[in-house]
T-cell receptor
Framework: AAGVIQSPRHLIKEKRETATLKCYPI?????VYWYQQGPGQDPQFLISFYEKMQSDKGSIPDRFSAQQFSDYHSELNMSSLELGDSALYFC????????????FGPGTRLTVT | RKEVEQDPGPFNVPEGATVAFNCTYSNSASQSFFWYRQDCRKEPKLLMS???SGNEDGRFTAQLNRASQYISLLIRDSKLSDSATYLC???????????FGTGTRLQVTL
């Protein structure tokens, strides 16, 4: 079965650089979520989109922005990167009519040096 | 206090043992509950949803106690391949997000 696709899988950036993470949800899933997981931490919700509109916002820094496109893929844009942004970034999607069950992609490991 | 709390473990059990994890949540408006399994450096994978009536999937049984605001996961006949971190997750309808516990690490040994 098709899963959530994330790219890139690994990314190394320097402080103050920008990064763009991409997420392609499971086909016919209309809701996308972004989570950040630091070392030894649980996943923390950043932001979500439903039908291309932002539906909820969590602990996302102002330096980050995201959007969902007409084909339902989503991009997380991160600017002025800081060392503390080093983490695993997961995208999850949920099917139409069932936003409760979220299926996670393999994640993007971002390292800021 | 975290909204969702779990004993971090680790739980070290021999193969074939039965092990149980508990998770408590503080928001009484929480609507849906899940157990996820996460292997090291991998994504959380949905293990099972948790219903008020309890549900079972093979060796795994999940229970929800709304009055006491906790959920549990029971694993019977543990296998080496069950070694992972088990995250409980709570969905509150006012926000379309999952709130995770910190996870309980399970190590199954020979």
């Amino acid at each position: 079965a098709a899963g959530v696709i994330q790219s890139p899988r690994h990314l190394i950036k320097e402080k103050r650089e920008t990064a763009t993470l991409k997420c392609y949800p499971i086909p016919r899933h209309d809701t996308v979520y972004w989570y950040q997981q630091g070392p030894g931490q649980d996943p923390q919700f950043l932001i979500s989109f439903y039908e291309k509109m932002q539906s909820d916002k969590g602990s996302i820094p102002d330096r980050f922005s995201a959007q969902q496109f007409s084909d339902y893929h989503s991009e997380l844009n991160m600017s002025s990167l800081e060392l503390g942004d080093s983490a695993l970034y997961f995208c999850a999607s949920s099917p139409r009519g069932n936003s409760y069950e979220q299926y996670f992609g393999p994640g993007t490991r971002l390292t800021v040096t | 206090r975290k909204e969702v709390e779990q004993d971090p473990g680790p739980f070290n059990v021999p193969e074939g043992a039965t092990v149980a994890f508990n998770c408590t949540y503080s928001n009484s408006a929480s609507q849906s509950f899940f157990w996820y399994r996460q292997d090291c450096r991998k994504e959380p994978k949905l293990l099972m949803s948790v219903y008020s009536s309890g549900n079972e999937d093979g060796r795994f049984t999940a229970q929800l106690n709304r009055a006491s605001q906790y959920i549990s996961l029971l694993i019977r006949d543990s296998k080496l391949s069950d070694s992972a971190t088990y995250l409980c997750a709570v969905f509150t309808g006012t926000a379309s997000k999952l709130t995770f516990g910190t996870g309980t690490r399970l190590q199954v040994t020979l």
